[in-house]
Structure formats: structure tokens, C-alpha cells
């Protein structure tokens, strides 16, 4: 990334000082995106490396597989790491993530969005953190035995059941991830466990209404906890409710960002910016009619925030950043200073 003459990008205006610190900042600091669905193949690399990711948390398994399923999925992507190891590794603690870096690597964390593969054995969680999982969301959109997901009318909270899952996560080390909970089973959640969990991936209510939204509450109860937001980058989760047809832009972004500052500091926010590489408009649309609480009217070209729309365009963020005012310490901690410090409590 060399310090050029500032791109034009929609919402925002750079000018060559922001561009130098922007491209400086961005280039030293450990960045790592809370959240992605990485394609393995070789463009995924080539995007990490454009965009100077040094973590990414990957939904390593989809998201309704079961046991045999989420196998198979894991073993793919650890034969995928395998096969690449001039360019990935497999995450599973923080001295990986200072390897990455000084190595100009991308550390891959497993982080499931659901739990439905455990079914109802305890067992298994210890099976997944052997195979590489480090983080783990407790449900998606939907109810399944440990919680309620946003997307149910009615929320009955964090079961026996889940309450175990949680316990036997915090045990090994694993990280409770909420992005998809309901209200009361995040709540429910952040009680029960005794460490720090994440939003990985998550946007507040306050600003733009939609069902996976958080509401300032949890938000405050998360960071109260010792936790950590990744504000993500979707059109239908950054759009303006006074201009719902507009597709938002950096600054909208940057809105996010800082009223997420001002509501809980900086210490508990980061990046998650949900990009899914193995999307198709085909896959897109069916994902829609299947769970129609998602829908946010965005079709999909202009699914994602202008400037934001795959790994490559990360550089944006920190620009951004700088754009808005925010110094260069409390920059790098948005980067991934945040959710380092959670990985490294939480982590054994």
C-alpha cells in the first residue's frame, strides 16, 4: 500500500495528510475482521493481502450443518490452511496473530455462527476447540437448544442447556459470540459466563432499526463485562432512517463507529465487517425467502455501504477513521487492539 494521492471515495474527502496517516496506521496495526465467510482459494488470499488483514474470524462452518456436516467443513478449511502456509495459518491463540503479522500472513479463526451441530451433547464442544474453533456463536436468528435467535417472534433466553454450552466454553477457552442472539438470550449470555464474550459482528439499533440489531442495553452489558463490538458494513444495517432508499457510505459508517464510542468508549468497539465471499445473487435471495426477518430492501449490488464491499477495500476503514477525527491510538485499538485484549483473557 503506498502513500499515494487519496482515493475518491463516496461520503468522505481525504486529504494527503489523512492519506498518510491512514495508509501508516493501517499498515503497522494488527487488523483483524471479527467477521467473514472466506472463499478458499487463491482471490481470498490476494483480498486479505490488499486489504492488510492480519485476523480474520471465519465462519468456518454453515450456518444449519449438522454434526457430520460442520466435520467436514472444518476439515476442508484446515487441509486448505494446510495447503497454503506461505500466505494463512490456523489461529488458535494470540502468539498466532503476532506470528501472522511479522510473517505477512492472515491468521484464520474457526468462529461457527451456530451451535445446531452440537445437538445435545456437551462433549462436543471440547471436540471443536481440538479441531481449531476458538470462537462460537450461540444461535442463528433461529431457536435451537442453547438459545433464542433475533429472528423469533419470542425469546425464552439461554436454556440448561445453553447455559452448560457456555460454561463449557468458558472453560476451555472458547469465545461466546451473540451476533445473531435474541435480546434476552444475549442478556442471558453475558451473565452466565464468567469471561468477556464478543458482537462479532453487529450494528445498534439506535441508528438503524432492523432485527439484528442490538439494542443499547446489550451493548452496554457486553462492554460492562469486558467485551468488544465489530461494527459491520451492510447497507441494510448503516442506512440512514430519514433516507432508507439511500445507500450509505463511509461516513454513515463512521457514524456508527462514534455514537458506539460515545455510548460505551473506545475500548469495546472493533471491525466486523461480515463480508461473504462464497455469496451469489442466487444464494442471496434464497437466504432471504428462507429467513425474511433479514430482509432489508438492499438488492444485491448495493448490499454493502459504498467503498466497503470485499477484503481488498479494508484500507477504507482506517481512512474513515482518520476522516472522523479519531487519534491514532484509539485507531489502532479499533483495528484489533479491542479484540485482542479479549482473545488474550479468554484464550488459554
Known amino acids: ?5 487519496p482515493p475518491t471515495l463516496v461520503g468522505i474527502t481525504l486529504t494527503a495528510e489523512h492519506e498518510r496517516r491512514a495508509v501508516e496506521l493501517h499498515r503497522s496495526a494488527i487488523v483483524v475482521d471479527c467477521s467473514s465467510v472466506l472463499k478458499q482459494e487463491p482471490s481470498h488470499i490476494k483480498r486479505a493481502r490488499a486489504g492488510g488483514v492480519t485476523v480474520t474470524n471465519h465462519t468456518v462452518t454453515r450456518v444449519r450443518s449438522d454434526l457430520l456436516q460442520a466435520l467436514r467443513e ?10 497454503n502456509p506461505d500466505d494463512v495459518l490456523l489461529c ?3 502468539d498466532d496473530i503476532f506470528t501472522a ?3 505477512n500472513r492472515e491468521a ?11 445437538g445435545t451433547d456437551l462433549d462436543f464442544v471440547g471436540t471443536f476447540y481440538d479441531l481449531g474453533v476458538r470462537i462460537m ?3 442463528y436468528q433461529r431457536q435451537n437448544w442453547v438459545g433464542t435467535g433475533c429472528g423469533e417472534a419470542r425469546d425464552g433466553g439461554l436454556s440448561t442447556f445453553g447455559k452448560m454450552v457456555v460454561s463449557a466454553m468458558d472453560d476451555l477457552g472458547m ?7 435474541g435480546h434476552q438470550t444475549g442478556m442471558d449470555a453475558i451473565e452466565h459466563s464468567k469471561n468477556p464474550v464478543l458482537l462479532t459482528h453487529a450494528h445498534p439499533f439506535a441508528l438503524s432499526p432492523h432485527v439484528r440489531a442490538k439494542s443499547d442495553d446489550l451493548i452496554k452489558a457486553l462492554a460492562a463485562k469486558g467485551g468488544v463490538i465489530g461494527l459491520t458494513a451492510l447497507s441494510g444495517f448503516s442506512y440512514r432512517p430519514e433516507q432508507p432508499k439511500v445507500r450509505p457510505a463511509l461516513d454513515r459508517w463512521a457514524e456508527h463507529m462514534q455514537y458506539l464510542v460515545n455510548l460505551v468508549g473506545i475500548d469495546h468497539v472493533g471491525i466486523g465487517l461480515d463480508f461473504d465471499e462464497t455469496n451469489t445473487p442466487a444464494k442471496w435471495a434464497a437466504d432471504h425467502a428462507a429467513q425474511p426477518e433479514l430482509e432489508t430492501g438492499w438488492g444485491w449490488d448495493d448490499r454493502r455501504i459504498h467503498d466497503l464491499t470485499h477484503a481488498g477495500e479494508e484500507v477504507n476503514v482506517t481512512r474513515a477513521l482518520v476522516w472522523a477525527g479519531f487519534s491514532d491510538a484509539e485507531i ?7 479484540f485482542l485484549r479479549v482473545f488474550k483473557r479468554v484464550w488459554k
Open 332 to 338: 489502532i485499538k479499533i483495528l484489533g487492539e479491542n
Open 101 to 103: 503479522k511479522q510473517t
Open 1 to 5: 500500500m503506498a502513500i499515494a494521492s
Open 137 to 139: 456463536q450461540l444461535t
Open 92 to 94: 488458535l491463540g494470540v
Open 175 to 181: 469465545i461466546v459470540d451473540l451476533s445473531h442472539c
Open 108 to 118: 484464520i479463526i474457526f468462529g461457527p455462527q451456530n451451535t445446531e451441530m452440537l
Open 74 to 83: 472444518v476439515n476442508s478449511c484446515r487441509r486448505w490452511i494446510d495447503a
